[in-house]
């Protein structure tokens, strides 16, 4: 019990922050885009009830539509062909949904080339200088890519080529889902995966060697630039959907200081 009340002191004194990491869940919300022949998520539709008025004088609410992945949301490993016999949403151990967190940065670089792709030797060299990936824990990955959040447009960056956005080499995203001892990795793309990964050897490499390996994603995450490399930790909450591939969520972390 010490450490909940110390948990519970230091949160009302504001020596452990907590900051949110979710994009606001509206129609504004830009969304995945797949070419034919492939189906689309529809995107994010709210519908009133009542706002104290005839329909229900002393309350207001609504009811919503939308895909399980749209917005910040989690990708549980059924997501996916090479996980289609593993967890659905609602049958993921929360205990993984609450762990430390490590940061890495690479909005620079995402700046100059938005196709930009985290490598082994990138992950390499955080450890080098910060320490091994946490166990039980998550790697987020900025690339600054929140600040197009509020325009579909800029947001998916596509031409004639298909979208440009940064992800993982195909190399990385197998080590992080064979050999590292984390359970996710959270992103402020659309997705876990580039913009380029059609074109990848395997197709989507972060959705199928993560999701395969039983990890899991995290993705249209805000705020990353607050957090620092480590200390953090992360608390996910995705909707307890019944068999779902996925879920909206809240997405929080809490800092020292």
């Known amino acids: ?47 009133e009830i009542s706002n104290f008025d005839d ?3 002393a309350w207001y609410w609504n009811w919503f539509e939308g895909g399980e992945h749209v917005g910040t949301h989690f990708d549980a490993p059924n997501h996916w062909i090479t996980g289609r016999d593993k967890e659905s949403v609602d049958r993921v151990p929360v205990n993984r949904l609450i762990g430390p967190a490590v940061l890495i940065d690479k909005s620079a670089e995402a700046a100059s080339n938005p196709d930009y792709l985290l490598t082994v030797d990138d992950v390499r ?20 890519w929140d600040a197009r959040a509020a325009d579909q447009a800029q947001f998916l960056n596509a031409n004639e080529t298909g979208p440009h956005t940064p992800g993982l080499d195909p190399a990385c995203a197998r080590f992080l889902a064979e050999e590292s001892p984390i359970v996710g990795i959270g992103v402020e793309t659309v997705g876990t995966d580039a913009g380029a990964a059609h074109s990848f050897e395997p197709a989507f490499p972060c959705h199928n060697f993560m999701l395969g390996a039983g990890k899991y ?3 249209q995450l805000a705020n ?21 591939s996925g879920s909206p969520c809240r997405a929080v972390a809490l800092v020292e200081g």
Do not use: C
């Not at 990936?133 to 990955?141: F, M, S």
């Open 1 to 47: 019990m010490a450490a909940l009340t110390d948990l519970v002191q230091a949160l009302a004194a504001g020596s452990i922050r907590m900051i949110d990491l979710t994009q606001p869940l509206s129609e504004r919300t830009p969304i995945l885009q797949l070419p034919p022949p492939f189906a689309n998520t529809p995107s994010w539709k709210t519908h």
């Open 55 to 57: 329909r229900g004088p």
């Open 125 to 144: 060299a955080f450890e080098s200088e910060h320490g091994p990936l946490p166990a039980g824990g998550w790697l987020l990955y900025r690339t600054g």
């Open 217 to 219: 994603g995290l993705t």
């Open 224 to 244: 990353l630039a607050q957090l620092p490399p480590t200390g953090a930790v992360l608390v996910v909450m995705p909707l307890k959907l019944v068999n779902g």
